[in-house]
């Protein structure tokens, strides 16, 4: 694997709390550009923070979130939109698919709201379902799919513009071991194959031995374990 010399994505001294609980406390860390790496722990450790802080969900309370060398703390709230909707990816435990929307629609969306040429998101849409073997699914509704179907449009709408970085938050928590080993496959694969940098939080343990690096959030630190 090739990666920059540069960090891709840098958190330097960064504190974050909510009314009393202080979740991160001076942590750092540093993700070269096409790393997969894992951030592993119970619930409530933080994780989830982390991710929202790197997807400029949220703001640190203290020191800095760099991405792409750029201090998010610069931007404004348009320029922020523009990033997560242009450099970032999202995937979630629970899918969050637009219901309303068939397969096809759900993973056009990215596309649509960055205004590629309809040539273009037609050929990239068509692509990837194929891909992730769901394209006999492209003109069904999300409440047809099973669970591992879900998951495999979301991974589509995560990747489909082609983001610099894909923060996945429990991706494979609601669904069973086969289902979750598979998707975790193809969620690697797909994000591999396109050069992205992948950042996944999880509980579980299924990414030992598949990610490049797995680390862990204690007393409010990120620290880099045996993977």
Known sequence: ????????IRLDKVVKRYAAQVVLDGA??????????VIVGRSGSGKSTLLRLIGALEAPDGGRVLLEGRNLR???ERQLAELRRRRLGFVFQFFNLIPTLTVRENVEL??????APRAEAEARVHELLDELGIAA??????????????????????VVHEPAVVLADEPTGNLDLDTAEHVLELLQATCRKRGATLVMATHGREVVGVADRVLRIAHGRVEEIAP
């Open 1 to 8: 694997m090739t990666v920059n010399a540069e960090p891709q």
């Open 137 to 158: 699914c492209a003109d069904r509704f999300p409440e047809e799919l099973s669970g591992g179907e879900q998951q495999r449009v979301a991974i589509a709408r995560a």
């Open 74 to 76: 610069a931007f404004g």
């Open 28 to 37: 750092d860390l540093a993700i070269p550009a096409g790393q997969f790496a």
């Open 110 to 115: 990215p596309l649509a709201l960055n205004r």
